[in-house]
C-alpha cells in the first residue's frame, strides 16, 4: 500500500509560508501516493506526513540575537494546530522534525548565527544553543492545540518526533565543519535530546 507524504515548513516566527501552504492544505486531501520502503526493502503501507515544527529562519540566514518566544497567534503557530487537527481528521500520523540540518527556512546553522558562532557543529555542542533548543522542544510538547484542545505531547494524530532532518557534522556551506566533530558528537547531542523529550512526552516515537 502507499504512503502519504509532506513536508511542510514554518519560519522562525512561526508563519508558514503562504505559497507552500497552500500546496500543502490542498495536498491533504489528495497526497500523491509515495511507496515506502523499510529497512528490509520491503513495501509497507503507512499513512503519514512529515511535518516540520521549527521557527528558526524565514527561507535564509538572517537575524543576528535569538528571540526566545515563538510566535504562538494565528499566523504562528496555529497554522500547525489546524494541520495536526486536519492530519487527525483525515486519519493521517505525523513526523514532526524540530529542526533541519540545511540551511531552508534557517535551520541549525540559524541558531549558530545567533550564537555568533564559527562552525555549523556547535548546534550539537555549544551549552547555550542546546539550551535554546530544548526550550523550543518544551514549548512544542507543552502546546495546547487551538483546535482540537489536546497538548501536542498527548496527540495521537503525532507519531513520531525527529529530533531533526539529515543531522550531520556539516550543512550547505554557511558555516563550516570543525575539525572535532564525529559521529559521536551527533550520538551525544541525539541521546542528550532524546532524553529530554522522553522526560516530557513518553507517549509518541523519537
Not at 26 to 54: K, S, T
Not at 63 to 69: L, N, V
Not at 153 to 166: A, C, R, S, V, Y
Request: negative net charge; contains cysteine.
Amino acid at each position: 500500500e502507499a504512503d502519504r507524504a509532506l513536508v511542510l515548513q514554518t519560519d522562525h516566527q512561526g508563519r508558514v509560508h503562504r505559497h507552500i501552504e497552500r500546496r500543502a492544505l490542498g495536498r491533504l486531501d489528495r497526497l500523491a501516493f509515495l511507496v515506502h520502503h523499510d529497512f528490509r526493502g520491503r513495501a509497507v503501507g503507512r499513512h503519514r506526513i512529515q511535518e516540520f515544527a521549527a521557527q528558526d529562519g524565514g527561507g535564509e540566514l538572517g537575524g543576528e540575537q535569538h528571540e526566545e518566544q515563538a510566535d504562538d497567534g494565528a499566523d504562528g503557530l496555529q497554522r500547525l494546530d489546524y494541520l495536526i487537527s486536519k492530519a487527525g481528521q483525515l486519519g493521517l500520523k505525523l513526523v514532526i522534525p524540530f529542526v533541519n540540518n540545511w540551511n531552508d527556512f534557517g535551520g541549525m546553522d540559524q541558531y549558530v548565527r545567533w550564537r555568533g558562532g564559527q562552525y555549523h557543529d556547535q548546534f550539537y555542542t555549544d551549552p547555550v544553543i542546546r539550551q535554546w533548543f530544548k526550550n523550543w522542544i518544551a514549548h512544542l510538547l507543552t502546546r495546547v492545540n487551538s483546535y482540537t484542545g489536546v497538548k501536542y505531547k498527548d496527540d495521537p494524530t503525532i507519531m513520531t518526533w525527529e529530533l531533526g532532518n539529515e543531522p550531520r557534522c556539516l550543512s550547505a556551506g554557511a558555516y563550516e565543519r570543525s575539525p572535532n566533530c564525529t559521529t559521536q558528537t551527533l550520538i551525544a547531542w541525539a541521546d542528550e535530546m532524546s532524553t529530554y523529550i522522553k522526560s516530557i512526552d513518553n507517549k509518541h516515537l523519537v
